[in-house]
């Protein structure tokens, strides 16, 4: 899952997972891009179709973040590539910065880690009793 806008060259990005897969001894990877129109639902979706046994989301925080929601309670592994700005799920995880590692460690990584994901709908919030 990539977001084309956070990529300085799409080409020798793909170029590099492709490489790094293939060392890894992974089939070609397929590519779904996110839109302006949609951050990643609908391509997330694609590729949960195509039962993908990874999915990279290279992006910022919130593609990221819609890619995460896509995948909840699906079983499939998510990779994070950071190509943001603030990066802070990366951080928080302790995941590269780096983007040639950060491919590296998302294709190739034996470290599963479970993250809770949160679901909140609503307009308003009042917190309840008080501190």
Same mark, same amino acid.
């Given at each position: 899952?990539l977001n084309p806008s956070k990529v300085d060259?799409?080409?020798? !990005?793909?170029?590099?997972v492709e490489r790094t897969a293939q060392r890894?001894?992974?089939?070609?990877?397929?590519? !779904?891009?996110? #839109?302006?129109?949609?951050?990643?639902?609908?391509?997330?979706?694609?590729?949960?179709?195509?039962?993908?046994?990874?999915?990279?989301?290279? $992006?910022?925080?919130?593609?990221?973040? @819609?890619?995460?929601?896509?995948?909840?309670?699906? $079983?499939?592994?998510?990779?994070? @590539?950071?190509? $943001?700005? $603030?990066?802070?799920?990366?951080?928080?995880?302790?995941?590269?910065?780096?983007?040639?590692?950060?491919?590296?460690?998302?294709?190739?990584?034996?470290?599963?880690?479970?993250?809770?994901?949160?679901?909140v709908e609503g307009t308003t919030w009042r917190?309840?009793? #008080?501190?």
């Amino acid at each position: 899952m990539l977001n084309p806008s956070k990529v300085d060259d799409a080409t020798d !990005f793909r170029n590099q997972v492709e490489r790094t897969a293939q060392r890894a001894g992974w089939e070609p990877p397929e590519w !779904f891009e996110t #839109s302006v129109d949609d951050p990643g639902h609908a391509m997330t979706k694609a590729a949960l179709a195509a039962e993908v046994d990874l999915v990279i989301a290279a $992006g910022g925080d919130g593609t990221v973040r @819609v890619v995460c929601s896509e995948l909840a309670d699906s $079983g499939v592994p998510v990779g994070i @590539v950071p190509a $943001g700005t $603030g990066n802070l799920l990366v951080r928080n995880l302790g995941l590269p910065l780096d983007l040639r590692e950060a491919i590296e460690v998302a294709i190739t990584g034996t470290t599963d880690r479970r993250i809770d994901l949160v679901r909140v709908e609503g307009t308003t919030w009042r917190p309840t009793g #008080s501190r």
